[in-house]
């Protein structure tokens, strides 16, 4: 959007009389700029990225659908709507344009009501984006001051060596609550951009075992009150090893966190939620959250799907979702097994 509060419309077509249409339709509400070929629609995206590119598919040299894909490819524009205009009556083209990230589709010859409404309600659904997205910053950005001190504050109190066990174990939960907030905080943007295919992993050096036994300190008192058991396994034993790996470790922990949250409110009373690390035969690591409960059967064949959920009266259907999310964005994936009273969630991560 400029600073006149207009915003910019990129059109591209190799005939002219074309470009003349349309600039006339759009002209009056929006700054426009045009090219004639792929190659300089790339330019001036590259130099002057506008709010919504309108983009014909048959071109010579690069046609249209290779600057959709090269657009969608490059995280710097990759969410840039792009409106396909073509005289092909072709439901092939119009499916090859919405698989490359098109998010419209104009017929010549132009109708210019609905060529004005439909760039209209693509750069209000741009800009209602952007204001989310500002929003979240500035959450995100409020919030980690105090979240600053809620993770430091318990660490400077735990070097105190005249506390009790219990005030070591309730500053532990604070710091391990303060975790969670923070990766909470972090994580929807976040997801966002892995919807998109343009999120970059930044991964360090980190012990998955460490994270798990955050995750499940976390959750120690809602499975106490609800009567049910939480027991962590690395390598088959209680007080297992660490397990060295490189990934993000905040994504881990909401991953983690979300899976087994799932599977306390899945699990019966006096019951056990068992989570399991360890290394795979084959190279990486396997997680596997188990608890004793059951699976909806219309919800078997959809447990990863957004908004998925069944018979949780404050359920999203995201946790599962996002999980998901996080094992590919790492290289691995996730799978559900259920039966004979059993729920098995299990991760598969990379070497």
Not at 175 to 180: C, P
Not at 265 to 290: F, Q, T
């Amino acid at each position: 959007m400029s600073a006149q509060g207009r915003a910019g419309i990129l059109i591209v077509d190799d005939t002219p009389f074309n470009i003349e249409l349309l600039e006339g339709f759009l002209c009056q509400a929006y700054n426009v700029d045009t090219a004639t070929c792929g190659e300089k629609a790339l330019d001036i995206v590259g130099t002057s990225p506008p709010d919504l590119v309108i983009l014909d598919i048959v071109m010579p040299g690069m046609d249209g659908f290779e600057v959709c894909r090269r657009l969608k490819a490059d995280e710097r524009t990759a969410d840039i709507p792009v409106i396909f205009i073509t005289a092909l009556d072709d439901v092939a083209a119009e499916a090859r344009g919405l698989e490359l990230g098109a998010i419209d589709f104009i017929t010549k010859p132009f109708n210019p009501a609905v060529v004005r409404a439909r760039v209209a309600n693509h750069i209000a659904l741009r800009e209602a984006a952007r204001l989310r997205e500002d929003v979240e910053r500035i959450m995100r950005h409020d919030l980690k001051s105090p979240l600053t001190t809620v993770l430091s504050l318990p660490q400077l109190m735990l070097m105190d060596g005249n506390l009790t066990p219990p005030q070591r174990d309730m500053l532990q939960r604070i710091e391990d609550a303060g975790y969670t907030l923070l990766a909470m905080t972090n994580l929807s943007t976040t997801l966002f951009r892995m919807e998109r295919d343009v999120y970059e992993l930044r991964p360090e050096k980190m012990d998955l075992a460490a994270v798990a036994r955050k995750v499940l300190t976390g959750f120690a008192e809602t499975a106490e009150m609800r009567g049910i058991g939480l027991r962590l396994l690395v390598d088959g034993r209680d007080d297992g090893p660490s397990i060295p790996w490189m990934g993000e470790e905040l994504l881990c922990h909401s991953m983690l966190a979300n899976l087994v949250g799932n599977a306390l409110d899945a699990s019966p009373r006096r019951e056990d939620v068992l989570v399991s690390l360890g290394a795979r035969p084959e190279g990486g690591v396997r997680i596997d959250i188990v608890n004793r409960g059951d699976v909806a059967p219309e919800l078997q064949g959809r447990f990863f799907e957004k908004y998925a959920t069944a018979g949780k009266a404050r359920g999203t259907g995201l946790g599962t979702y996002s999980a998901r999310l996080i094992a590919r964005a790492h290289g691995g994936d996730i799978e559900m097994k259920c039966g004979a009273g059993t729920v098995e969630v299990s991760v598969f991560l990379p070497a």
